[in-house]
């Protein structure tokens, strides 16, 4: 019988497109880069999606996130992306969760029940506190670094954390995980150096704090989209190996 998963299944086999139905992902983020993952996820026939975001579509985020659009300017980011994927696929498990994840939010969170964890957030403390607590638990991670203020869409590579080089962003998680004892973890990371100003900010030291107090960076559509999908590409491959 013809399904969506017909061509997917001509690559992957029909043994890997039924253990990914089974799989449970959560995706943290779902703006620029999380919502292509959760989406390219849910194409590939992952069967249990969980979304956590505490953020409104608003008109800034049109320009690269793929559940932006005028018509959904003021909704919840994940009821958005809950309904996208459910019309993509009306079997898929979908958990909608309005959450900012940080250290004061965690504890009410498990992250025990996943196969594995995308990490889209774009705060460093948030960023820290997730690896950190999936480590603990055995729970595999692939964290997205900065795609901001980026014009490159193929300076993106997949590596280590600690075999990274360029990134602001990826040098102080490596700095930070380093002292919290964390000796390994899959990234998605640009080579690309930063754009300089233009009335934006350096990433490195902007990504300290909470979204809300620092100043915005620069974004194009050809750029998160592809970090997105190659962090769900990752997770795919590493759960039908």
């Given at each position: ?51 956590f975001d505490g953020d409104v579509v608003d008109v800034t985020n049109i320009n690269r ?47 025990s029940v996943y196969d594995y964890i995308a990490d889209a957030v774009d705060t460093m ?61 899959k990234v998605v990371y640009s080579k690309e150096d930063p754009l300089s100003d233009r ?43």
């Open positions: 019988m013809i399904d969506q998963f017909q061509r997917t299944a001509l690559l992957l086999g029909q043994e890997n497109i039924n253990k990914l139905k089974d799989r449970r992902v959560a995706v943290f983020g779902v703006g620029g880069v999380g919502g292509h993952a959760a989406e390219a996820l849910c194409r590939s026939g992952i069967g249990n999606i969980d979304v996130q793929i559940i932006a659009t005028h018509s959904t300017i003021g909704r919840d980011k994940v009821e958005v992306i809950k309904d996208r994927l459910l019309d993509i696929n009306p079997d898929v498990s979908v958990r909608a969760c309005k959450l900012f994840y940080l250290p004061e939010t965690a504890d009410t969170v498990d992250l403390t948030a960023k820290l506190e997730l690896v950190c607590r999936a480590k603990a638990m055995n729970v595999p991670v692939i964290s997205s670094m900065g795609a901001a203020n980026k014009l490159d869409p193929s300076a993106f590579e997949i590596a280590d954390i600690y075999e990274t080089s360029v990134c602001p962003m990826a040098r102080i998680m490596r700095k930070e995980l380093r002292k919290r004892g964390v000796e390994s973890l009335g934006t900010c350096d990433r490195g030291t902007a990504l300290l704090s909470h979204r809300s107090t620092r100043p915005l960076p620069g974004s194009v559509a050809f750029v998160p989209p592809v970090a997105g999908l190659i962090l769900a590409g990752e997770i795919i491959m590493d759960l039908i190996t």
